[in-house]
């Protein structure tokens, strides 16, 4: 904060590249306080940076990286400004491994649900693959329409998840509509066991309105429960345009898939009545574009 985006643009703060940094890093007990004139950096035009104060970000086992201040006058840190920083170093440190625990854990727990997912569509190679196909489709429809990061994250398990209910039918039994009527009505019971079985699992709530309604319809006459409209969640709603066109540009044994025209076409006509209108066309826009990744941003600090 606080530095040119001139300075910014034309020197890159990276620890591997800073002499003074890697000083910190050799004695990570103390801080190291120099002109930037040893690392060259008075030659940029309208820096005017002549002070550094940088301490070590050090973790349980390494270390994490350096915090920087920078001042343009010529000045002495105090002992007591030395101390702040070192304790603002260690609270770094801290949230920095315990993100990087979280990030491990949850990693585990996707590895964890793609691994069941495909146990669970390995029993019909028709779908194999398309419950991870459906959910990134659904994470670039989520994107497009800028769902906070919190919910993406239920959007990807639930998704992930969203046929785990049959697990507990009989291998027997086909998808809706090509089997008897009985075995279409037994297999409308999936959103239920899915729900059932995930009830127990808490950090998988959030997930559960995709798992339970991705087959809700837009004017009502979806399962398992009916609900119309706005009445169904928005990352049901959401996810079930997603699906949908997966299905239809995968095709399967007696259906032959659609190109990527046809599928929109045939998402247009379904609009109104089996899925939302509004995230039909925001579907269509998500597909003209590529999805965004993940960015990481680096912080620096000038003070006066």
Do not use: W
């Not at 398309?130 to 398990?157: C, D, I, Y």
């Amino acid at each position: 904060h606080g530095l040119s985006e001139d300075y910014m643009a034309r020197y890159p703060v990276r620890v591997s590249e800073s002499a003074l940094d890697a000083a910190v890093l050799e004695h990570p007990e103390g801080e190291k306080e120099q002109s930037p004139a040893c690392e060259g950096r008075e030659e940029l035009p309208g820096a005017g940076i002549t002070t550094i104060l940088c301490v070590p970000v050090m973790g349980r086992e390494q270390a994490l990286g350096v915090i920087r201040i920078y001042t343009k006058p010529s000045y002495h840190f105090s002992r007591s400004e030395r101390a702040l920083l070192g304790a603002f170093a260690h609270q770094a440190a801290v949230a920095i491994e315990n993100a990087n625990l979280f990030e491990n854990i949850r990693q585990n727990y996707s590895s964890t649900v793609r691994t069941l997912t495909r146990a669970i569509e390995a029993k019909d190679p028709a779908t194999l693959g398309h419950s991870e196909r459906a959910t990134q489709l659904a994470l670039q429809l989520g994107e497009h329409v800028k769902l906070p990061k919190e919910q993406l994250e239920a959007l990807e398990f639930g998704g992930l998840l969203h046929d785990i209910g049959k697990i507990g039918l009989d291998d027997s039994i086909r998808l809706p509509g090509m089997g008897s009527g009985a075995d279409e009505m037994i297999m409308r019971l999936h959103p239920l066991i899915g729900k059932s079985i995930l009830e127990p699992v808490e950090f998988l709530q959030p997930a559960m309105e995709v798992v339970l309604h991705h087959h809700e319809h837009f004017d009502g006459t979806g399962y398992p429960e009916g609900l119309a409209g706005e009445q169904i969640p928005y990352l049901a709603r959401l996810f079930a345009v997603a699906n949908t066109y997966d299905n239809l540009t995968s095709g399967n044994t007696e259906r032959t898939a659609l190109s990527v025209t046809e599928a929109l076409q045939q998402l247009h006509a379904l609009a109104g009545t089996c899925l939302d209108p509004a995230l039909v066309e925001a579907f269509a826009g998500a597909l003209a574009k590529p999805a965004k990744g993940n960015r990481k941003r680096s912080f620096v600090v000038m003070g006066d």
